[in-house]
């Protein structure tokens, strides 16, 4: 079974820093990589996917993410961070297809920028 | 567009009382799934449905039962809701997992069970 680790619980930095959040995952074959952000109260936004092809990935916002199969990992980066950026954000991995699919999420890295 | 509605928003059980928390989605997806979200802990899946006709269990099923309805709806049933149910429920939808596509989600269900 696939399983996503997010190893930091809480980030702080600011404004105008530079960010990366790290996602590790564990499955047997190529899976599917997504980076959700959610906002206080909030549903699930999609920042950006991973499906095959190039493994720097942009997403909204100014987001962007590389998979490294030799690493496990699909890390979160953003040149500069704005205060909007605070949120949570959850790493996800979906496997398999048909019945067998389904889609895991990490525990998920709460951002807090400083101004 | 609707996308993934959820119903309802906000509701208060008593221990032992059942309820049927409702997901719809307009998309025409194959799949859907039910998540709770409890601090600390991320998102963790109920049940699912890869497909109208089937449901398999996530990684926490116990205290919950489901039905795929039909295509549009996959609702989630809580038959005596205990304490430990208190969460936020978001159900979620892709057109195919192996597609390259994303998930929608609703905007949660917060259920409080006293």
């Known amino acids: 079974a696939q399983s996503v680790t997010q190893p930091d619980i809480h980030i702080t930095v600011s404004e105008g820093a530079s960010l990366e959040l790290r996602c590790n995952y564990s499955?047997?074959?190529?899976?599917?990589l997504f980076w959700y952000v959610q906002s206080p109260g909030q549903g699930l936004q999609l920042l950006l996917k991973?499906?095959?092809?190039?493994?720097l990935v942009q997403g909204i916002k100014g987001f962007e993410a590389e998979f490294k199969r030799s690493q496990s990992s699909f890390n979160l980066r953003k040149p500069s961070v704005h205060w909007s950026d605070a949120a949570e954000y959850f790493c996800?991995?979906?496997?398999?297809?048909?019945?067998?699919?389904?889609?895991?999420f990490g525990k998920g890295t709460k951002l807090s920028v400083k101004p | 567009n609707a996308g993934v509605t959820q119903t309802p928003k906000f509701q208060v059980l008593k221990t032992g009382q059942s309820m049927t928390l409702q997901c719809a989605q307009d998309m025409n997806h194959n799949s859907m799934y039910w998540y709770r979200q409890d601090p600390g802990m991320g998102l963790r899946l109920i049940y699912y449905s890869a497909s109208e006709g089937t449901t398999d269990k996530g990684e926490v099923p116990n205290g919950y039962n489901v039905s795929r309805l039909n295509k549009r709806e996959f609702s989630l049933r809580l038959e005596s809701a205990a304490p430990s149910q208190t969460s936020v429920y978001f159900c979620?939808?892709?057109?195919?997992?192996?597609?390259?596509?994303?998930?929608?989600f609703g905007q949660g269900t917060r259920l409080t069970v006293v």
């Open positions: 996800a991995v979906g496997a398999g297809g048909g019945s067998q699919g389904n889609l895991i």
């Open positions: 499955y047997g074959a190529t899976p599917y």
């Open positions: 979620a939808s892709i057109r195919a997992l192996f597609a390259n596509t994303e998930a929608f």
């Open positions: 991973y499906f095959s092809g190039d493994t």
